[in-house]
């Protein structure tokens, strides 16, 4: 029997393929490059704090990923059934889970070159200052590992509808979930009645709590793991839902 | 040999594929006719592994479509209904991607490529996007698809829909020419291609097999009453309807 050697890597690459020949990949690096220029030196106050170090830059990475990644994967698998394409990729001799994983990555890759070509802003901090490179680094991957989330549970919301308008809507909101858990605002509603543990559970779950963690330079595997975590689980939602809904 | 297991599908209100159980041979051509809605596509995508079964199995050579899909699907080569295919890919990266997931690679893949593009003349528009093609191009690039690592099991939904004479009759051909030896199914709604390319005919009504014989069988059946003409797909026409309209009738 012949097969692809792997199948998910020949998805992937069709995947990121299908980005850069569409105008899709350019939009979303340039507004993302200038969107983290606003928020970094504008609204961050990057001189003013005259401090060596690119906090301002990561801190608004959730918001920022909010708008920006349910953008990027509301397609993924709405579009293959608005175009009958799931059809055709399901009944070739591949898993679902690779398929599932091919064009995760893809999207993963896409917004880690975002991600790679904010590297002036880290030369300018560089040249004004002696920062924390190591720091910087861990940010990098908190903050990509983050992104991973946030993709995550896109993939599983473009799989429940065939309209991309729906699906960035409703991982916008889920995802708003997953980050204002562990704001100032939520955790404070909860504190005066609801026991400690609850409140910790809940600030637990959110992508705020864990990236904070990392971008401060503190690599603790729990961190590292709950990311790893929530994007194998929604993945695997991702295949479930697949698998309930292509027959409509 | 694929064989058809008493297969059932239900959607939440109706049964669209009731218990069909048949089996088709190396070498023959089934047609595969039915009104609209009779379960033609829904069995074609449980045939080839898209949809499962409510009850019932399929088995391709040997493998069961569910427990060993991959290997199943390994041999069949399958046009979906409307022929879909990703419309901002250029043809040839279209089937180069096809030809990867079919395990090719390098020069085989490229072979392989070169080779359908040949087969089903897309030559001409080998480098645009798909997107930017006429509907009858877009149905060949499904074709080629479909016959890239030359299946031994070639299931067509519809391979005909909406192209002109012209095409029409080059699919056919190419039909012909590609069945020698191998299992394949076409549904269509067009009786003259039965008579044209298939050695043999099923028609189903509301998701059980009605009629099951070669054309010439079943349009020995067609009663005197529907015969508009005597030529053949005239003829098949006639107990086309014969056998389907009572349906309607019940509805």
Known sequence: MK????????????????YFS???AYVFIVIFLVMNGIFTFDLGGFYIRGQA??????NFHPWLYLFMIPALAMGLWSDERKEGTIELLMTLPIRLRDAVIGKFLAAWALSGIALLLTFPIWITVNYLGAPDNGV???????????????????SCMSAITRN????????????????????AIVLNAFSGWAPQFLSDAIAGLSFLTHFDAISKGVLDVRDLLFFAIVIGAWLFASAIVIEIKKAN | MIEIKNITRKFEHFTAVDNLDFTVSEGEVLGFLGPNGAGKSTT??????FLAPSSGTVVID?????NEALQAKSLIGYLPEGAPSYPDMTVVSFLEFIAEIRGYRDQERDSRVEYVIKQVELGSVAEQRIETLSKGFKRRVGLAQAILHDPKVLILDEP????????????????????????????THILEEVSAVCTRAIIISEGRIVADGTPAELEAQAPEEHIVTSAAPGRLEAFFRHITEKGVQAV
């Open chain 1, 3 to 18: 097969q692809a050697i792997s199948p998910s890597l020949t998805v992937f690459k069709r995947e990121l393929w299908s």
């Open chain 1, 53 to 58: 170090d690119l906090q301002p830059f990561f």
């Open chain 1, 164 to 183: 991309a308008v729906i699906a960035f809507i409703l991982t916008v909101a889920i995802c708003f979930v997953f980050v204002s858990s562990g704001s």
């Open chain 2, 44 to 49: 074609m995508k449980i045939i080839t592994g």
């Open chain 2, 160 to 187: 005909t829909d909406g192209l002109d004479p012209n095409q029409k009759h080059h699919v056919r051909d190419l039909i012909r020419n590609l069945a020698k030896d191998k299992i394949v199914i076409v549904s």
């Open chain 1, 136 to 154: 910087i680094l861990a940010a990098y991957l908190g903050s990509w590992l983050m992104a991973g989330g946030f993709l995550a549970i896109g």
């Open chain 1, 22 to 24: 569409t105008p899709l």
């Open chain 2, 62 to 66: 040997g493998h069961d479509i569910t």
